[in-house]
């Protein structure tokens, strides 16, 4: 089933949004995997977390 898209305006925060939305797409017609697969942004999430964190206490954190 295909769903319509509706992009955002041309120009916000430098077309990243609509050149996200595009490659998913892209990528869910396809079968290919996306450049940032749900396990890496996990991972990426949790070093975010990580820096505040450390900001909060002053110490280093590991990710380990």
Partial sequence: MLV???L???GYKGDSVKAL???FAAC???GESS???AAEYLNTVMA???CYRSAQTGMPVNLA
């Fill in 4 to 6: 319509p898209l509706e």
């Fill in 8 to 10: 955002p305006p041309q």
């Fill in 21 to 23: 939305q595009q490659h």
């Fill in 28 to 30: 869910l017609l396809s």
């Fill in 35 to 37: 450049e940032s697969e």
């Fill in 48 to 50: 975010v977390e990580a």
